[in-house]
């Protein structure tokens, strides 16, 4: 069975730092994309970061540029986010996905390019 599971959130105070990761399982992450997203309370999932099949090329949101890193592992089979500077408007449910079809760019152009999800792992950022 296809797996992904987050793991490392939890409670942090504002401008701390967190390492999210995702390891999978039932698959090998050499040959898929990865997207890391998150969705708030209230709000609608959206892009974080986007990463291709073997590192060299990345991508964030605006709202994380700066402060967050994605990063792989293949083999290991993971990939991490490690966050920086957290604020609490990055409170949310984070999700890992994973794609095998295209190509980067197609990564990063939003969850459609999806079909493989972790559970997420909550991020609360407070004081």
């Known amino acids: 069975q296809l797996r992904l599971v987050e793991s490392g959130g939890g409670l942090v105070q504002p401008g701390g730092s967190l390492r999210l990761s995702c390891a999978a399982s039932?698959?090998?992450?050499?040959?898929?994309?990865i997207g890391w997203f998150r969705q708030a309370p209230g709000k609608e999932r959206e892009g974080v970061s986007c990463i291709s099949r073997r590192g060299g090329s990345t991508d964030y949101a605006d709202s994380v540029k700066g402060r967050f890193t994605i990063s792989r592992d293949n083999a290991n089979n993971t990939v991490s986010l490690q966050m920086h500077s957290l604020k609490p408007e990055d409170t949310a449910v984070y999700y890992c996905?994973?794609?095998?079809?295209?190509?980067?760019?197609?990564?990063?152009?939003?969850?459609?390019?999806?079909?493989?999800w972790g559970q997420g792992t909550q991020v609360t950022v407070s004081s």
């Open positions: 039932g698959f090998t992450l050499d040959y898929y994309g």
């Open positions: 996905a994973a794609t095998s079809r295209g190509s980067w760019p197609y990564y990063c152009s939003g969850q459609g390019a999806y079909h493989y």
